[in-house]
């Protein structure tokens, strides 16, 4: 009985196979959580998505391409790679299952004690895992409650940092941001949304080279996913990256909490 991680499959669906094979990966007793951003970009992501749907042991956070996809589905505008899913016979289905899907997954390891806390991009340092767990849970609730409005609403890069007057869609607006978009954050834990590479603007760092008390637990491990860039080096063991890039013909990789071994196939 063992719980994988996996990272951002992307379409992906064949590699996403060949990882559960050589993970030998049993429905029956082990555990699957993705780091979100299971479609766009890769060629079969209705495929993906059915086989994840059809899987009770398996789910995944909330990516921004999810989210998109969403969006196209709420609008039913079927565009790009996305067109697919949007048109298909089971596109409510689909929309039910992902938009239950949650923003912060925690587990544990019950023999080690290790904790681990799942998102797509990350959680700034400013939020307790309480209170990132309560904010997550807000804009899930919302999601569910009045999903067409908060899935027009959400786009954009504005307000760019936290602030606990936020209220209404610009307080879920940078929720999601920093849980589905973050790389590198300012001072003030202002999101710096432009960079997608690894090296810093002058004034940001990577969002888990800051301090916090909840980033130095030594029992606690941060999974995500969307920085395909970093291709997995975080130089901090508590911080584990696991978007290696499958999709730019990279790597798919798995990583098992049991005992923090990596598993990975090649595109
Ligand atoms: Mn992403």
């Known amino acids: 009985m063992s719980t994988y991680v996996i990272g951002d499959v992307h379409g992906c669906f064949d590699q996403f196979m060949r990882l559960l094979k050589k993970i030998e990966y049993d429905s029956k007793k082990d555990q699957i959580i993705l780091t979100g951003d299971l479609v766009n ?13 059809a899987d009770k042991n398996i789910t995944t956070v909330l990516g921004n391409h999810d989210l998109y996809l969403l969006y196209l589905i709420s ?14 016979e089971n596109n409510k289905q689909i929309f039910e299952w992902l938009i239950t899907r949650p923003l912060l997954i925690q587990t544990s390891n019950h023999l080690t004690n290790n904790k681990f806390i799942i998102t797509h991009a990350g959680i700034p340092e400013i939020w307790s895992l309480e209170k990132a767990q309560d904010l997550a849970d807000e804009v899930s609730q919302e999601l569910t409650d009045n999903s067409s ?33 973050m790389r590198f954050l300012g001072n003030d834990a202002a999101l710096d949304l432009k960079n997608t590479s690894t090296k810093a603007s002058k004034g940001s760092k990577p969002w888990f080279h800051y301090e916090s008390a909840s980033y130095k637990k030594m029992n606690q491990y941060y999974v995500f996913g969307h920085w395909a860039s970093l291709n997995g ?29 990596k598993i990975s196939v090649k595109y």
């Open 41 to 53: 970009r890769g060629p079969k992501s209705l495929a993906v998505l059915n086989y994840c749907m």
């Open 75 to 88: 609008i039913n505008k079927g565009q790009g790679k996305l067109k697919k899913i949007v048109e298909a």
């Open 149 to 181: 409005k908060i899935l027009k609403a959400m786009w954009g890069d504005d307000p760019k940092s936290w602030n606990e007057s936020l209220t209404g869609n610009k307080k879920y607006r940078i929720i999601i941001n920093y849980f589905t978009r």
């Open 233 to 261: 080096k975080t130089e901090n063991p508590h911080f584990i990256g696991l978007d290696t890039g499958c999709v730019w013909k990279g790597k798919l990789t798995a990583l098992r909490i049991d005992d923090l071994e």
